[in-house]
């Protein structure tokens, strides 16, 4: 009879599973992912070696020495301790921090652009103080510039009344306005001395918020041709709210990390971060071999590093505020001997 290990299910909780069962999990999330994704099932030997991960007691696992993935970590220097500056010295010199990002609490391009000139000189401050690459992060947020916060029409509003070219014009004067934000708050966090410009969660209102990232960084690229540029996605795959946007003469609506990638590095992009969503129902073994599936196709096609995101829900970590040491470092583990990711 088969002795339980603990193990986690993707909200946190603490169950007890035997190895049979992790491994029907393992199989059952990577052939779904590979479904979903039109891609290749994980292959027997890597299920055997995500298997040897989660089917341990360990409290704690990690790769082996020189091994070891990059860690460029957004959302760092949030002020809940001290200064935002006293935080990211806490994520360069404690946690281990490859790549810094300094943001603010209202993290989007169009609210940042306000207090623009407060945001550089904490980035010039920053940059005095740290060693580490620090770039400067927010959300390109589309949803922002509808009514009744923005100035174009609310498109949540006109699709289920049917309106659809009006729904989809709204769309399109909105990306012309976050383009303009975006280069504008990137042009002054550059000549502050920002090592780099994050745009993350791009895609969170569909394909035209992932269309306004990618125009937005092909201006910056066009300026700055050495900046560092990382896009961070917020789904698997991009929700088609206009369906009809393309960049470069490919349709954005329905692209799954595999696609994403290579837009994104046809637009300047020079680190990507593809997400895929956790389903707290299952076992985080489940969630990693289907988050894996995913994006595995995205690392073995993409022309620049992958770094998953790998944060609160996503990428196979539980969804909880403070999640488990023990799942996140098997997953950690998984995304990089198994997916072969360039870091999280």
Known sequence: MESSVATRLADGALVHMTPSEIRADLEEGSAVGAKKAKAPPL???????????????????????????????????NADVGTRIDELYSYQSHLGADLIELWNSDY???????????????MKNAQLNLVAPLQYGAMPNLGSYSQ??????????????????EARAAQEEAVEHAVRDMVFVAEGMIDAGADGMDFD?????????????LLAVEEIRRRHPDVGIELG?????????????????????????????????????????????????????????RSLAIVKPCVQESPIPVHMNAGMGVGGVPMTAYP?????????????????????
């Open 324 to 344: 488990p040491a023990d799942a996140v470092s098997r997953m950690a583990r998984a995304m990089r001997e198994v997916g072969r990711l360039d870091g999280l």
């Open 43 to 77: 292959e027997p030997g890597e299920l055997e070696c995500l298997l040897e991960i989660f089917a341990s007691n360990a409290k704690f696992t990690a790769v082996d020495v020189g091994d070891e993935l990059i860690l460029s970590c957004d959302g760092s220097g």
């Open 108 to 122: 989007s391009y169009k609210a940042i652009k306000a207090i623009l000139s407060f945001e550089t000189q904490i």
């Open 233 to 289: 996605m917020a789904s698997e795959f991009v929700l088609g709210m206009h369906g009809e946007l393309e960049f470069h003469g490919k349709r954005l609506a329905g692209l799954w990390p595999r696609d994403q990638v290579k837009v994104a590095a046809e637009a300047g992009v020079t680190m990507f971060g593809p997400a895929v969503n956790v389903n707290t129902t299952k076992s985080v073994a489940w969630n990693v071999a």
């Open 201 to 213: 969660t791009s895609g969170a209102a569909g394909d035209a918020d992932f269309l306004a990232t």
């Open 148 to 165: 009744p916060d923005g100035p174009v029409p609310n498109w949540s509003v006109l699709l289920p009344l049917g309106r659809f070219d």
